[in-house]
């Protein structure tokens, strides 16, 4: 008579409580060592000891997942789905080795950095922080709580993205990651990132050159109004264009940047130039 080999399972209840582990802890251990590799094994820890009964595959899944590890937080959810989703596989006797779940993320740590970082930083948290600003300056309560909305968004958008990895499993990203459609989204969002950075630019930049030419038995020239008639918004443009071939030839020392913003602003202002 053969023996009934229970299946391994986790529960939604499981992999979400996982999710929110990783969500609150993701930046938590960082080190130069290993990374976000610690808040990872910590995150998936309760799965791994309801998967392997066995203490020794226990401590060797512990140990798989303390090595380095380093991705975008947000995106980087859609690898934690995976993972638990092979080591239940592993655990279930499928022909999965170690070495091919640690190979899996980390070829998908770099694609999912670069995803995040584009769509994340480079364009939600601008459009998100640019609505914020613009009910601020109108006196709008809101304008102080909005922003708020950008945490919860990445709460949104990596819940979704780990409970996808888990659900899909290996197969599907390399069948994404293959057929360019991430090179794409990137693409685009990039695209979206900078448009949204123009328009911001040019709505909050102000410069202007107050200084008038009175030329005898003619009107007064004053010398913003031909800058405009030439290029409007010519010298915001400048001052943005001259801050990021700093920040692209020499470095990117914000802080030195605002402090020298804020001395040529005022000496400006003193002698009458802007």
Not at 149 to 156: D, T
Not at 186 to 191: K, R, V
Not at 221 to 249: C, E, H, N, R, T
Request: with cysteine.
């Amino acid at each position: 008579m053969s023996e009934v080999v229970t299946q391994k399972k986790l529960t939604k209840r499981e992999v979400r409580n996982s999710f929110f582990m990783w969500a609150l802890l993701v930046e938590a251990s960082n080190s130069y060592e290993r990374m976000q590799a610690l808040s990872f094994c910590v995150s998936i820890m309760k799965p791994l000891r309801k998967l392997y009964d066995d203490e020794e595959a226990y401590r060797e899944a512990l140990e798989r997942h303390l090595q380095f590890f380093n991705s975008e937080g947000t995106f980087g959810s859609l690898i934690g789905g995976i993972t638990l989703s092979m080591e239940e596989e592993k655990a279930n006797g499928a022909e999965i080795p170690g070495e091919m779940i640690t190979g899996i993320k980390t070829g998908l740590m770099g694609p999912m950095a670069g995803i995040g970082d584009t769509i994340v930083w480079g364009t939600i948290r601008p459009i998100v922080f640019s609505f914020g600003i613009t009910l601020a300056m109108a006196g709008s309560v809101w304008g102080g709580l909005i922003p708020f909305a950008f945490a919860f968004i990445c709460l949104a958008l990596g819940y979704v993205l780990y409970m996808f990895g888990y659900r899909v499993g290996r197969e599907s990203v390399q069948t994404m990651l293959q057929s360019g459609m991430i090179k794409d989204v990137i693409t685009g969002s990039s695209i979206l990132g900078l448009f949204m950075m123009g328009a911001l630019g040019a709505s909050y930049v102000k410069l202007s050159i107050p200084i008038e030419i009175v030329m005898e038995n003619a009107d007064t020239m004053v010398v913003q109004d031909i800058l405009d008639s030439i290029i409007p918004g010519m010298l915001p443009l400048a001052a943005i264009m001259l801050i990021y071939l700093y920040f692209d030839k020499k470095e990117q020392a914000y802080n030195k940047i605002l402090i020298l913003i804020l001395i040529i602003s005022l000496a400006g202002s003193f002698v009458g130039l802007f």
